[in-house]
């Protein structure tokens, strides 16, 4: 089954650039109408959706975030990326990778996440 | 924006006995529908009910959903000791805050 993983540097500096990559294995990026996304969640706190990719290119951003997110694919590889500009200490959390299935039936638009990666710790310090 | 309230913050219950979670959307939207899942610490989230009532793959029948609108629930019929975890609900690109189901 589709299994993600993600990676990248886990101490990033105040005001620089946080990076991410997000493979996936067991499966091809491309094939479904899945959209892919990345959730973080700072420690012994909730989860807050930062923002997800269709494999055109075709991006969604959390409003609260846009201005600093940028996510990319690159199918030739099975992995999404995640870049966030200008780290503070507030952007400190455990970033997740996740496929998004979503489902348009009259009147309704379903959505959910399934699988996840399992996490890596992202700190900003100094 | 979406708001989804989880109550209780934390339930406090003992093994066999049944549980019921609940979440409750600041408007109801043209989405009727909600996922659940949980966490247990140091690992990802892990999908239990997606469209409302459809439980995941693997997910035993001890778990159920319910709702529409803007009430839905999450019940466990009876709490197994690996259930004990934080759950999450969600909608759209929004999450709960969560409820921590604890060993009482």
């Known amino acids: 089954q589709v299994q993600l993983q993600e990676s990248g540097p886990g101490l990033v500096k105040p005001s620089q650039t946080l990076s991410l990559t997000c493979t996936v294995s067991g499966g091809s990026i491309s094939s479904g109408s899945y959209y892919w996304s990345w959730i973080r969640q700072p420690a012994g706190k909730g989860l807050e959706w930062i923002g997800r990719i269709y494999t055109s290119g075709s991006t969604n951003y959390n409003p609260s975030l846009k201005s600093r997110v940028t996510i990319s694919v690159d199918t030739s590889k099975n992995q999404f990326s995640l870049k966030l500009s200008s780290v503070t200490a507030a952007d400190t959390a455990v970033y997740y990778c996740?496929?998004?299935?979503?489902?348009?039936?009259?009147?309704?638009?379903?959505?959910?996440?399934?699988?996840w990666g399992q996490g890596t710790l992202v700190t900003v310090s100094s | 924006e979406i708001v989804l309230t989880q109550s209780p913050g934390t339930l406090s219950l003992s093994p066999g006995e049944r549980a019921t979670l609940s979440c409750r959307a600041s408007?109801?939207?043209?989405?009727?529908?909600l996922a659940w899942y949980q966490q247990k610490p140091g690992q990802a989230p892990r999908l239990l009910i997606y469209?409302?009532?459809s439980r995941a793959t693997g997910i035993p029948d001890r778990f159920s959903g319910s709702g529409s609108g803007t009430d839905f629930t999450l019940t466990i019929s009876r709490l197994e000791p690996e259930d004990f975890a934080v759950y999450y609900c969600q909608q759209f690109r929004t999450f709960g805050g969560g409820t921590k189901v604890e060993i009482k």
């Open positions: 469209g409302a009532s």
């Open positions: 996740a496929r998004e299935w979503i489902v348009v039936v009259p009147a309704a638009i379903d959505n959910w996440f399934d699988p």
């Open positions: 408007q109801s939207v043209s989405s009727s529908y």
